[in-house]
């Protein structure tokens, strides 16, 4: 049955596989994972992926570090509780590491990390969104290279963890948690046809709707030890299309390394590639970028003019 949850672009002859799913509570051995639809969806350019963006399906798990239960050694680790996993939150980089990515590529051999970068404005996004005050966020991404089926591919990946804490009885997920890889000689190449892939999904108003009506519908059938952490599923899911932009927007400019940079004669936003700790912008539009804080071009002799003003960050 096709859900019409969302669209994309993607590119002539490239391949999607997935879509929407639903957890079986019964086999799932509860009903937490069971409320709201999952996704894990992938547009890719060949059979096997070789470039490949892929959107990766947010659960629900248990620190029962805390509770008396878990202390009791009632819910070891590995076990489930309501249909959660139980095992420790991790921060977001470590959740990538060692949870998503071996579950999502388990035949990979030589993996290497590459680079871990903490996100913490994009977690910032999230608390600030959060329906429940006391929630904790952590976002990162991570770059890896690694061998499989022959080919050395690169791979980016990106998720936040949203940590309810002890008042959500130890339960944590993954939010928003995608990946683009390619050859490591080609990824450079790819990269912005991955961004405007990742940056045209589109979500369906009219499914999103009947989504948050039936996650509400669920979650009254469940437990009455979680019931008010399922009651919740719901609002998470409409708030969180609040900043769904944002978030994809700051995904689209960590993917392919820019910034959103103020024009500082008119106010207005522009993109520019990031790694440069100085803008300077004429009103011509002309932009020069330095990482030496005693250079100011409106004293440089070579070009001749004096209306250059620095260009900052976009406040988020």
């Not at 969104?129 to 904790?136: D, E, H, K, S, Y």
């Not at 990106?158 to 997920?173: C, K, P, R, S, Y």
């Not at 912005?192 to 979500?203: M, R």
Request: hydrophobic share 40%; with cysteine.
């Amino acid at each position: 049955m096709r859900e019409r949850a969302f669209s994309l672009l993607i590119p002539k002859g490239w391949k999607t596989e997935g879509g929407i799913f639903y957890v079986d509570p019964n086999a799932a051995g509860g009903a937490i994972n069971s409320a709201a639809p999952k996704v894990n969806f992938s547009a890719k350019k060949d059979d096997v992926g070789t470039v490949m963006l892929q959107w990766l399906p947010d659960f629900y798990y248990c620190d029962m570090r805390f509770s008396p239960a878990g202390q009791m050694g009632l819910f070891p680790q590995g076990s489930r509780y309501n249909g959660a996993i139980v095992t420790p939150c991790p921060q977001a980089k470590d959740f990538l590491l060692q949870i998503a990515l071996p579950h999502a590529r388990p035949r990979v051999e030589n993996v290497q990390v590459v680079e871990v970068k903490a996100m913490p404005q994009v977690a910032q996004q999230f608390a600030a969104a959060a329906p429940v005050p006391g929630f904790q966020y952590d976002a990162a991404s991570v770059t890896v290279t690694y061998v499989e089926n022959g080919v050395r591919l690169q791979e980016q990946m990106f998720t936040v963890i949203e940590n309810m804490g002890q008042a959500g009885g130890g339960l944590w997920q993954n939010r928003n948690t995608v990946s683009a890889r390619a050859p490591v000689e080609e990824f450079k190449a790819w990269e912005k046809v991955g961004a405007i892939i990742y940056y045209s999904v589109k979500i369906n108003p009219q499914w999103l709707a009947a989504v948050i009506q039936a996650t509400h519908q669920r979650n009254q059938t469940a437990l009455a030890t979680q019931k008010t952490i399922q009651q919740l599923d719901a609002e998470i899911v409409a708030h969180r299309q609040k900043v769904n932009a944002e978030i994809r927007h700051n995904g689209y400019l960590s993917l392919t390394g820019q910034e959103d940079y103020v024009n500082p004669h008119t106010g207005e936003t522009e993109i520019r590639p990031d790694g440069w700790k100085y803008h300077w912008q004429n009103p011509s539009g002309e932009v020069i970028v330095s990482n030496d804080g005693n250079y100011n071009p409106n004293h440089d002799v070579n070009l001749k003019r004096c209306d250059f003003k620095k260009s900052s960050v976009r406040p988020r």
